[in-house]
């Protein structure tokens, strides 16, 4: 590692996530199987604070219901929060998608804007989701940053940040962006199998050798 560049060394990590083919919560896939940025936004507000394990479920009673705006904007919020149990907090996300499902009607033309700073405007919308969204739904170059791609890119010895707003901030500025879409899913699931928030298993690791073990 020691005779590597950061570019070599940020390429050997994330050819080593992707040849480790680490397998992948049924929800990831499912987030990967829509080609919808509403889709994706409406997922993504249900998982927050939410493991896959149950987001997934709910998830998919939730599609049930409807798949587009103008089926949430017209939906009851209680039977919304009926199908969405128990993600956490799950009476105020039901409330959120109807009122944003709304306002994308009214005032959007029932699209999605293809904007983070649109998107963080709707209430219950952060950067997180905004960016996971834009790469996601849109298939754009951005940085979804949640806990694992902190913690991870901060025990690699990438960055040093104290939080994932900042870790995106400096992510955009350092990482190369082909990799922008794909990192979110590479590390989400790493972090869930492998480099994990306490006693990492680091050696099952495919990226040990090029990991300073930081955090």
């Known amino acids: 590692m020691a005779n590597l560049s950061e570019e070599e060394r ?3 990590i994330v050819t080593g996530l992707k040849n480790a083919n680490q397998p992948r919560s049924e929800f990831v896939h499912l987030m990967d199987s829509f080609n919808d940025p509403y889709l994706v936004l409406i997922a993504c507000i249900l998982s ?3 493991n896959d394990k149950t987001t997934y479920p709910a998830t998919l009673r939730m599609l049930k219901l409807g798949r587009t705006p103008k089926d949430f904007a017209n939906c009851d919020v209680k039977e919304l929060g009926k199908a969405i149990y128990p ?3 799950y ?3 039901a409330r959120q998608i109807v009122e944003l499902s709304k306002e994308l009607v009214e005032k959007y033309n029932s699209k999605v804007p293809p904007s983070i700073e649109e998107m963080v405007k709707f209430n219950g919308v952060g950067r997180k989701t905004a960016n996971l969204v834009m790469s996601r739904g849109f298939n754009l170059p951005a940085i979804c940053v949640d806990v694992h791609v902190h913690r991870i890119f901060n025990r690699l010895g990438y960055v ?4 994932p707003e900042e870790t995106e901030f400096a992510l955009r500025e350092k990482l ?3 990799y922008w879409i794909d990192i979110n899913t590479l590390l989400v699931t790493h972090g869930q199998n492998v480099c994990k928030p306490t006693k990492p298993l680091c050696d099952k690791c495919p990226i040990s050798e090029f990991c300073k073990k930081l955090i």
């Open 48 to 50: 927050l604070r939410t």
């Open 10 to 12: 940020i390429e050997k």
């Open 176 to 178: 190369p962006e082909k």
């Open 87 to 89: 993600v956490g907090f």
């Open 160 to 163: 040093k940040t104290k939080n």
């Open 91 to 93: 009476a105020n996300k």
